[in-house]
């Protein structure tokens, strides 16, 4: 359904905002799965954690952002392990293979945190890119 909302303002620019009534739902509402993929992704300016089913498709995911943490404290050890015991107590998940990406210094304190939490680690994979040759450096300075 749509509202129609008249705006105060001056007689010739009157305009109206079209609100639309959206379900409100609470995000720690996620279904519970017994075996999935859980998404590492470690970047030197946040942890992302995505829990997945073993289809692919995403479960809950959780970001160091959304823990609370703000800005250099989010790429921290303890914001990436805090995260992750966030999205593991939300899907309640008991089988898990990690697929860790990224340079950050949290993949290890969240990988650490998974495995505390009672979850059965299956495989840990290593996906980070590498470059084979990298990119060509600058040219030598000349004096």
Sequence with gaps: MKKDI???????NVRIVVRRNLR?????????????LIHILATFNNTIIT??????????WSSAGTCGF???RK????????????AIRTVGIRRAEVIVK???????????????????????WEVSP????GCRPPKKRRV
């Design 130 to 133: 590498m470059p084979h040759n």
């Design 75 to 86: 790429a921290s050890a303890y914001a990436g392990q805090k995260t992750a015991v966030d």
């Design 102 to 124: 990224g340079p950050g210094s949290a993949r290890d304190a969240a990988l650490r945190a998974i495995g505390k939490s009672g979850i059965h680690i299956s495989r840990i």
């Design 51 to 60: 829990v997945t089913d073993v289809e692919g498709r995403v479960v809950f």
């Design 6 to 12: 008249r705006k105060i303002g001056s007689r010739r």
């Design 24 to 36: 409100i739902r609470s995000r720690k509402s996620a279904c519970k799965i017994t075996k999935g």
């Design 70 to 72: 703000k800005s250099s």
